[in-house]
């Protein structure tokens, strides 16, 4: 595409998990099915995407970040990138509010941002919701979507055009950010209540918070 002179309307960022954990590459082969069917005009990075740097800053490597940070913002900014969309949190977060400070200045926008969007103008219709018509689904928030973003709704639209019922928790917590953390007695206490609020489960953005659930749900 940059090799015509073309600029893609978005860029894919799709991010660690997204490209090598078996259950997340899922999510990524969903997504870009969605855009080539809905004739979005996007382009991924392909080898030259790197860490964002999240986990570094996370863990408290500055210099780390900022080398990470700084090699990507070059990148993107040599393609002139205006936006980009992402399924990760964390690199939603980093990209959106920490890239700027570096020079690098995009609209970012979550995957469930970018599919409700595309529910809401039509592009996207979905028929009778498949198989979780009728099915009880809760949805956990994470960190950096949820209080560090302020994105709540979006996913939850996107669920609720899927003909289910959305049972919400009364309070939702984890924990583990830069390292994976041993499993806490509130995600033993958390997955007790989901699975006598739901028939089909949780849904989860964050892979970090997905893999300590996978965890616990095996001593519960």
Not at 8 to 20: D, I, K
Not at 171 to 198: E, F
């Amino acid at each position: 595409m940059a090799a015509n002179g073309q600029e893609p309307e978005v860029l894919f960022w799709v991010g660690c998990a997204g490209s090598f954990d078996d259950r997340y590459k899922a999510v990524t082969q969903a997504f870009v099915k969605i855009l080539n069917k809905v004739g979005v005009n996007f382009a991924v990075l392909g080898n030259e995407e790197t860490c964002t740097g999240d986990p570094a800053r996370r863990a408290g490597n500055e210099f780390l970040f900022q080398m990470q940070a700084v090699a990507n913002i070059q990148v993107l900014n040599g393609y002139n990138i205006k936006k980009v969309v992402t399924a990760c949190p964390h690199c939603f977060n980093t990209i959106k509010n920490e890239y700027p400070e570096l020079g690098g200045n995009y609209e970012v926008i979550h995957h469930s941002q970018f599919l409700q969007q595309l529910i809401q103008e039509g592009r996207v219709v979905l028929k009778g919701g498949g198989s979780f018509k009728g099915k009880k689904i809760t949805f956990h928030d994470s960190c950096y979507l949820g209080r560090a973003n302020d994105v709540y709704e979006a996913p939850r639209e996107v669920i609720k055009a899927l003909d289910v019922e959305l049972v919400e928790m009364k309070r939702c917590r984890t924990k583990g950010s830069a390292v994976v953390r041993a499993v806490p007695k509130c995600l033993r206490s958390r997955s007790r209540v989901i699975k006598t609020l739901t028939s089909s489960g949780l849904r989860k953005h964050c892979r970090r918070v997905l893999l300590q659930w996978q965890w616990v749900v095996r001593f519960v």
